[in-house]
């Protein structure tokens, strides 16, 4: 079997937090020789404070603004994959900026597994309540609709090997049509 084409363009990668967005963006980036950013730890690099001081010290809203506008500056880079933070989708500009600057890829996971996999992580600021259960599904109520509306892609993380859900994932992105592929000299 002949190896497979690399595909074009950029790779944006929405979802809940824990559903494997940072893990699976690295991987792959380095299947497609891509460039890899979160854009949580983007944020932190030009603040120079972990998300969470964020929220503590200017609050949601003040981290969502922040949040927009560095989607807004990495999504005009080219040949990268860019894994957003879970609430980017919120605001609707930033949802028009990733469909309208690459492939969008909606990585989907359980409540069971969001919480499996969040449950010790203190820097994840929503979570840091009572019932964080409670929390995941409220989110996932939320903001379902809204991933599925910006994604070209849905992918279930549920209990997969991030080495085969990549392998399917690049056989999936290999079949979509030429539209999101870059006009050649752009």
Same mark, same amino acid.
């Given at each position: 079997?002949?190896?497979?084409?690399?595909?074009?363009?950029?790779?944006?990668?929405?979802?809940?937090?824990?559903?494997?967005?940072? %893990?699976?963006?690295?991987?792959?980036?380095?299947?497609?020789?891509?460039?890899?950013?979160?854009?949580?730890?983007?944020?932190?690099?030009?603040?120079?404070?972990?998300?969470? %001081?964020?929220?503590?010290?200017?609050?949601?809203?003040?981290?969502?603004?922040?949040?927009?506008?560095?989607?807004?500056?990495?999504?005009?880079?080219?040949?990268?994959?860019?894994? %957003?933070?879970?609430?980017?989708?919120?605001?609707?500009?930033?949802?028009?900026?990733?469909?309208?600057?690459?492939?969008?890829?909606?990585?989907?996971?359980?409540?069971?597994?969001?919480?499996?996999?969040?449950?010790?992580?203190?820097?994840?600021?929503?979570?840091?309540?009572?019932?964080?259960?409670?929390?995941?599904?409220?989110?996932?109520?939320?903001?379902?609709?809204?991933?599925?509306?910006?994604?070209?892609?849905?992918?279930? %993380?549920?209990?997969?090997?991030?080495?085969?859900?990549?392998?399917?994932?690049?056989?999936?992105?290999?079949?979509?049509?030429?539209?999101?592929?870059?006009?050649?000299?752009?």
């Amino acid at each position: 079997m002949p190896a497979m084409e690399k595909p074009a363009g950029n790779f944006f990668l929405v979802g809940l937090m824990g559903a494997g967005k940072t %893990t699976v963006g690295r991987a792959l980036a380095r299947r497609t020789d891509k460039t890899f950013y979160d854009s949580d730890h983007e944020i932190e690099a030009r603040t120079g404070v972990r998300v969470a %001081t964020i929220f503590d010290i200017e609050g949601e809203l003040r981290f969502r603004d922040r949040e927009t506008s560095v989607i807004a500056d990495l999504a005009r880079l080219d040949n990268i994959v860019l894994a %957003t933070g879970g609430g980017a989708v919120i605001r609707p500009q930033n949802r028009a900026c990733l469909a309208a600057h690459g492939t969008v890829i909606y990585l989907r996971a359980t409540i069971d597994d969001l919480l499996a996999r969040t449950l010790h992580d203190k820097n994840r600021p929503l979570l840091q309540i009572a019932d964080p259960r409670a929390k995941l599904e409220n989110l996932f109520q939320e903001r379902d609709p809204l991933y599925r509306e910006v994604a070209d892609i849905v992918v279930d %993380t549920t209990q997969q090997n991030v080495s085969l859900l990549v392998a399917r994932l690049m056989e999936q992105l290999a079949g979509l049509p030429p539209k999101y592929r870059p006009a050649q000299g752009s």
